[in-house]
């Protein structure tokens, strides 16, 4: 069964930064796409960005284009997500998602995106 | 940019039949999967590929995708079925996970 852990949420001041990082377990990691999703409180899903299985692809939503940067280690099993220039409009739950079908990496074969295994989420706080 | 609409609320009486809609453009061209999210909790897969369940979703839970509209219907719905709801789909044109706003499904 697959297992996804979230760390290194917090509170963060205006302007500040943070690294998100997604440990997985139980599926072999270095064959999925991943996903980055936030859910502000009392709000819906958005989507943030997705990293293909070998890293080489990355899309991301457009308002975050610049500030946030997604990467993984393959090695290590672990998925990030490095946040700059953090804004009061970023504070949300960050939840890293498994895409469920292996080996994409381009536009076509992200069509069939759904996301079959989430973690928790960490709590991101930007005070301003 | 790519938009997906659902209603806000839907409420249904236990054992009815609960159907959820998601609207957008030529969406009946795309793959739609929907989500269910409880409160606290992370959303969970119970249709992907329009209409495919995942291992261990419910038989009631069903999907269907044409035009411009997709719908996830609940058979027999129960009280454990009330939840936040959640279309999603891949926009190619920008490369991105699109979703919908989610509808509140009310069990009364």
């Known amino acids: 069964q697959a297992q996804l852990v979230e760390s290194g949420g917090g509170v963060v001041q205006s302007g500040g930064s943070l690294r998100l990082s997604c440990a997985a377990s139980g599926f072999t990691f270095n064959s999925y796409g991943m996903h980055w999703v936030r859910q502000a409180p009392g709000k819906g899903l958005e989507w943030v960005a997705v990293?293909?299985?070998?890293?080489?692809?990355?899309y991301f939503e457009d308002s975050l284009k610049g500030r946030f940067t997604i990467s993984r280690d393959n090695s290590k099993n672990t998925l990030y997500l490095q946040m700059n220039s953090l804004r009061a409009e970023d504070t949300a739950v960050y939840h890293c998602?498994?895409?469920?079908?292996?080996?994409?990496?381009?536009?076509?074969?992200?069509?069939?995106?759904?996301?079959?295994?989430w973690g928790q989420g960490t709590l991101v706080t930007v005070s301003s | 940019s790519y938009a997906l609409t659902q209603p806000p609320s839907r409420s249904v009486s236990p054992g009815q039949t609960a159907i959820i809609t998601c609207s957008g453009d030529?969406?009946?061209?795309?793959?739609v999967c929907w989500y269910q999210q409880k409160p606290g909790r992370p959303p969970v897969l119970v249709i992907h590929q329009d209409r495919k369940r995942p291992s261990g979703i419910p038989e009631r839970f069903s999907g269907a995708n044409s035009g411009n509209t997709a719908t996830l219907t609940i058979s027999g719905t129960q009280a454990m079925d009330e939840a936040d709801y959640y279309c999603?789909?891949?926009?190619?044109?920008?490369?991105?996970?699109?979703f919908g706003g989610g509808t509140k499904l009310t069990v009364l």
């Open positions: 998602a498994k895409g469920r079908v292996g080996y994409c990496s381009n536009v076509s074969c992200f069509a069939d995106v759904a996301l079959d295994y």
């Open positions: 990293i293909s299985f070998d890293g080489n692809t990355k």
């Open positions: 999603q789909a891949w926009d190619s044109n920008s490369a991105h996970v699109v």
């Open positions: 030529d969406l009946g061209d795309k793959y």
